[in-house]
């Protein structure tokens, strides 16, 4: 499974790193180059500048890779460089083995600290020399704290013991978990992930699935033994930092150590865990955003297909009134005189006196006797002077104020209104289909269009400093 967020070895490796690097470096330059994400840009007299990468809840690490940057920055960046521009890195740090990295800043105005946390949500919040809340990436109230302008700045409660600060007694007390599964017992009583208490157990040579109560002494001494030399390694600087990859060669992990859990799988080693890092999440983020975009273009195509759905009813519904009408005109024409006589037979009932009804009655007489023009009437609306025939096998209304020519005409050009529209429809929906193909060229377009992913590398001075950018993948 491809592992999205650091874990607390993954934040100890990384900040005992970019400590060793960017201390006593100045803040050149500060950007959000993301709704969640910072760039740092660190300069150090007669070395290549440092670039550090915080993403709020997910990762920080030191980065070689050339990062777009907005020409607007955001208020929470005109914040940071109003405050810390030009500061010093005094220590980058860990703060109790948490997903938290806190960078301090010495300026003119005191010591600044730049907390990055890693979990959950994240967040980034610079406190002032006061301790006090400055500025925040995000502000919220919670139930513990509340990370507010203006506020003390607090920590959230720790989440288990700190393993730098346990001894073997105090460690020992994991037993009262008592039949809670031991590799469910160190992620809670240490606060540390399962992968990390899966692998300590592996070393340790305990069954994960033993229950913290049964273990024995010796048992517990080689659990805390081995958590120890993990964190040895990391606090000596001894990491052998790996990419893991699995089966189908695709990256799965990032360690600031060679686990063992991960022996029989492929294995890409590094200099230092920054640079692992950076490659890893360079090629994770550049994948999620790809899948971003086909998920963004795909709710495009979904919603154009709708359309067309609504598009193509709508044009079947408009064929219809065009052969009915027309229809209906030819059949007036082919029956003209018939219905002429019809309509004015009706007129000369009424002239004479009689009632509608008596008209009616009448005509209704001479269809039960099949006469000409009688056998056409199928009904009539007084009311509306509307005359309702039935001319084979079609029922169809005639205005009484009108000549059987004006009607005919009128049927005529209701079925060219309609095919009118028709002819529109078909134009709206041609283009329904091409937005739809448009949308998924969209797919290829943008990625190939999207800025690739790239590596910055120092050239040497006596060729004039120049640059050179280096292609990943």
């Known amino acids: 499974m491809l592992k999205e967020v650091m874990t607390s070895f993954d934040v100890a490796a990384v900040t005992h790193e970019i400590n060793e690097s960017a201390r006593g470096a100045h803040v050149a330059k500060i950007y959000q180059i993301g709704t969640q994400t910072l760039l740092l840009k660190l300069r150090k007299p007669n070395q290549p500048r440092l670039q550090l990468l915080i993403e709020a809840g997910k990762r920080l690490h030191l980065t070689s890779y050339v990062h777009e940057t907005p020409t607007k920055p955001s208020a929470f960046c005109m914040s940071l460089r109003k405050y810390l521009d030009n500061g010093v890195v005094k220590e980058v740090r860990q703060h109790e083995f948490e997903r938290i990295a806190v960078t301090e800043i010495s300026t003119r105005q005191g010591d600044f600290q730049l907390v990055s946390e890693l979990f959950g949500g994240g967040n980034v919040i610079l406190v002032d020399p006061e301790d006090k809340i400055l500025q925040a990436m995000t502000y919220k109230r919670m139930r513990d704290r509340n990370v507010l302008r203006g506020e003390p700045f607090q920590h959230p ?17 994991i037993k009262k978990l008592e039949e ?30 033993r229950d913290c109560g049964s273990l024995t002494e010796r048992e517990l001494d080689s659990i805390f033994n081995q958590l120890q030399n993990l964190l040895s390694r990391i606090n000596t600087g001894t990491m052998e930092p790996r990419i893991v990859s699995d089966e189908e060669s695709g990256w799965i992990d990032v360690t600031p150590v060679p686990l063992k859990k991960y022996d029989q799988f492929e294995q890409k080693r590094y200099e230092s865990f920054n640079s692992a890092l950076d490659d890893y999440y360079a090629k994770i983020t550049a994948a999620e955003r790809r899948e971003e975009i086909t998920e963004e273009v795909e709710s495009e195509v979904a919603r154009y297909k709708r359309i067309l759905q609504r598009q193509q009813k709508a044009l079947e519904n408009l064929k219809e009134p065009i052969t009915k009408n027309k229809t209906i005109g030819d059949l007036i024409y082919m029956h003209f005189g018939e219905l002429q006589s019809l309509l004015h037979k009706i007129s000369e009932k009424k002239r004479s006196g009689k009632s509608w009804e008596e008209i009616v009655s009448q005509i209704e007489e001479g269809k039960k006797a099949n006469s ?15 005359l309702h025939v039935s001319v084979e096998n079609h029922v169809f209304s005639i205005n009484l104020r009108h000549s059987i020519q004006a009607n005919a005409d009128k049927y005529y050009s209701r079925s060219k209104k309609a095919e009118k529209k028709l002819r529109g429809a078909e134009k709206t929906l041609q283009e329904t289909r091409a937005k739809i193909e448009e949308a998924k060229k969209q797919v290829i377009k943008r990625e190939e269009t999207q800025r690739p992913l790239v590596k910055r590398r120092s050239g040497s001075k006596s060729s004039g400093g120049s640059t050179h950018l280096t292609v990943f993948w």
């Open 157 to 173: 409660p720790a989440r288990g013991r700190n393993p730098i600060k346990l001894g073997i007694q105090d460690f020992r007390e």
């Open 180 to 209: 809670t599964e031991i590799v469910r017992g160190l992620t809670k009583f240490l606060s540390i992930s399962g992968t990390y208490a899966e692998e300590i157990l592996l070393r340790a040579e305990v069954n994960k699935k």
């Open 372 to 386: 000409l023009p009688d056998i056409y009437f199928h009904s009539l609306e007084p009311s509306n002077q509307v």
